[in-house]
């Protein structure tokens, strides 16, 4: 952190981090992972990425002079600020009383991974293109669910994803069903 005067930071010239992560994660629409993996290249590119996630116990660099204090708070300010711009306003809502923004959303995704992923099964095994209205959205749909389902570590094979993509398809699409069986 050592000639901070001289130097100017990485993080300091994005000036939208939606042209970097252009995910915004939601509750509803778990994208976590691929969020998270975003994030975190675009933090340690700019050389933020200890803002976020602490390093390990003793390898810490804790800034000594004055000068890079102040950097040091500026630059976790700005890491959390592009953590805000990337979720939704409910997660916003969520987190902002909470101390440790990033622990928060962690726990959010990934405490819960098992009932998470007993309701996704539901919604992936339930899914009717019935209920949408074309076959692109209802195929959307699916690969959605077997995406998080994916996140929340019960991955959906190929082989099921078009098995059940074909158990859900309307009436009109039945001899297309057939010969895929």
Known sequence: MSNSKSSFHPSLSVSNIKNYVPITLEIENVQY??????????ARSHRVIDHIIPPAAGTEKRPQQEEDKELWSTLYATALQWLYATISHDLLH???????????L???FQDNKHSRAVTLEYDFTH?????????????????SLADQLKNVGSPVANDRLVLQLVSGLAEPYQGMATLIR
Do not use: G
Not at 94 to 104: G, H
Not at 129 to 143: G, R
């Open 94 to 104: 969520t987190i902002l009383a909470a101390m440790e923004a990033w622990n928060s």
């Open 106 to 108: 962690r726990d959010i």
């Open 127 to 143: 899914v009717n293109m019935a209920e949408f209205p074309n076959v692109s959205a209802y195929c959307q749909h699916l690969k």
């Open 33 to 42: 992972s691929t969020w998270a993996e975003l994030f975190k290249i675009h």
